[in-house]
């Protein structure tokens, strides 16, 4: 069975930081992609950040330069840092691991084959 294991949500001040983790087990296919997603309360699901098993690394525009995607492959592990916290970040955060390049999908879940997810961890920023 595979499952996917996120951690380090929480609550924080505009400005502060956090970082999640992500580890995926019972994948069996190498090297999966892996990244993260997000949704808020009345939004679509937005795809954040992804790496892919070369190092080749994706982030939406509302992030860039503020949050760092990084994996260890060996244990099928990414992390996301998060600095410079800000409200709108505010969101329900899920990792994700796919055999092939995360893309955006509407819906935070499963949406294609050897396509798994977690069950997300709650980001708060208040203001």
């Known amino acids: 069975e595979v499952q996917l294991v996120e951690s380090g949500g929480g609550s924080v001040q505009a400005g502060g930081s956090l970082r999640l983790s992500c580890t995926a087990s019972?994948?069996?296919?190498?090297?999966?992609?892996m990244g993260w997603y997000r949704q808020a309360p009345g939004n679509e699901c937005e795809l954040v950040s992804a790496?892919?098993?070369?190092?080749?690394?994706y982030y939406a525009d509302s992030v860039k330069g503020r949050f760092t995607i990084s994996q260890d492959n060996g244990k099928n592990t990414v992390y996301l840092q998060m600095n410079s916290l800000k409200p709108e970040d505010t969101a329900v955060y899920y990792c994700?691991?796919?055999?092939?390049?995360?893309?955006?999908?509407?819906?935070?879940?499963?949406?294609?084959?050897?396509?798994?997810w977690g069950q997300g961890t709650q980001v708060t920023v208040s203001s």
């Open positions: 790496i892919e098993d070369n190092g080749r690394t």
């Open positions: 994700a691991a796919d055999p092939h390049p995360l893309v955006a999908t509407m819906l935070c879940r499963p949406h294609r084959a050897n396509n798994y």
């Open positions: 019972g994948i069996t296919f190498a090297d999966p992609d």
